[in-house]
């Protein structure tokens, strides 16, 4: 599975930026996709993922504010981010979750794309 990210820039805070994510290759085999971020001098971070059933979980900083999407005829994932603060600058990376193998004993595999930098000016 390649993951292509997009969306990424400079906004100021309260504005908005969609953040878009396509996957490629064994693209059935994705059971899960989704965002995780990065700031300067901390860890990596869930933003927010989406299973293949719609289930839909966010970090608390950013619930009622980023909303989760995707289009399985075109294997995106999209991530819409409204009333950004500047807390919110970080390097956004899409992630998701293949598995493969028989049944009984299926292979977890996790893909990142490439970062895509978003900064929110105060």
């Known amino acids: 599975v390649q993951l292509q990210a997009s969306g990424g820039g400079l906004v100021q805070a309260g504005g908005s930026l969609r953040l878009s994510c396509t996957a490629s290759g064994r693209t059935r085999s994705i059971t899960a996709i989704g965002w995780y971020r990065q700031a300067p001098g901390k860890q990596r971070e869930l933003v927010a993922g989406?299973?293949?059933?719609?289930?839909?979980n966010y970090a608390d900083s950013v619930k009622g504010r980023f909303t989760i999407s995707r289009d399985y005829a075109e294997n995106t994932v999209y991530l819409q981010m409204n009333s950004l603060k500047p807390e919110d600058t970080a390097v956004y990376y899409c992630?998701?979750?293949?598995?493969?193998?028989?049944?009984?004993?299926?292979?977890?595999?996790?893909?990142w794309g490439q970062g895509t930098l978003v900064t929110v000016s105060s």
């Open positions: 989406i299973t293949n059933g719609g289930g839909t």
């Open positions: 992630h998701a979750v293949s598995e493969a193998g028989p049944v009984e004993r299926v292979n977890r595999y996790d893909h």
